[in-house]
């Protein structure tokens, strides 16, 4: 029987502390790992050469990292690549990478369809599905072949953001700290229809 592993994909450092505390590994472990996913962005643990084999192996034993590559692409003359991606529910969300010149944009999803039904808006009229995961989010930015090169995000894709503010918020997180992409906040751009409730503490977590 093949064991259901949990995803790595997607943590913040202090989630790793706990992983790597819970395993008994060196504390320092957790940075490494954290440099492994979202600096280097390796897809399989591994390639984590600085980890112990006898770490690697228990890691592995319970944990994958959860990467997927997209399920098709369409490709524009202008350089526009619309990407679509499968999610763990089996539903599909779309990411579109576009370059302008000395930018590169990519426009993530935050949501499998949305509840907001802007009459302007295409996801609108599909009604909401699910919400997306921080590894469902960082997937559409690590798994394209273009990611390397990315100068700008913007959360404009399918869904309303705030209205999956904690995966969202920790997408921010990894995006801007150190242990993480360590990307300027001035480079990611929210898109919302403002919901209030959860306006203010998107103002007051992060600079984004």
Excluded: H
């Excluded at 029987?1 to 790595?8: A, D, F, I, Q």
């Excluded at 320092?28 to 006898?54: C, H, P």
Aim: charged share 25%; glycine share 6%; aromatic share 10%.
């Amino acid at each position: 029987k093949r064991v259901e592993k949990k995803y790595l994909a997607g943590k913040t450092l202090d989630e790793l502390n706990g992983i790597v505390a819970r395993m008994g590994m060196p504390r320092f472990t957790a940075g490494q790992i954290a440099a492994w996913l979202y600096e280097k962005r390796v897809w399989n643990i591994d390639e984590m050469t600085n980890l112990s084999k006898q770490n690697r192996e228990r890691l592995a034993a319970e944990y994958e990292i959860g990467y997927s590559v997209p399920v098709e692409e369409m490709r524009s003359v202008d350089g526009t690549v619309k990407y679509l991606f499968k999610t763990t529910s089996g539903n599909f969300v779309e990411s579109v990478y576009i370059p302008d010149r000395d930018r590169a944009t990519l426009c993530v999803s935050s949501q499998v369809g949305c509840k907001m039904n802007c009459y302007f808006c295409m996801t609108g009229k599909q009604g909401f599905n699910s919400q997306l995961t921080v590894r469902e989010i960082m997937n559409q930015i690590i798994s394209i072949p273009e990611s390397a090169k990315l100068t700008n995000l913007v959360f404009m894709g399918m869904g309303e953001p705030l209205d999956n503010l904690d995966e969202v918020m920790t997408a921010l997180t990894i995006l801007t700290a150190k242990w993480g992409f360590a990307w300027s906040p001035k480079r990611i751009t929210v898109s919302t229809i403002g919901v209030k409730r959860n306006l203010t503490r998107f103002l007051e977590e992060t600079d984004c």
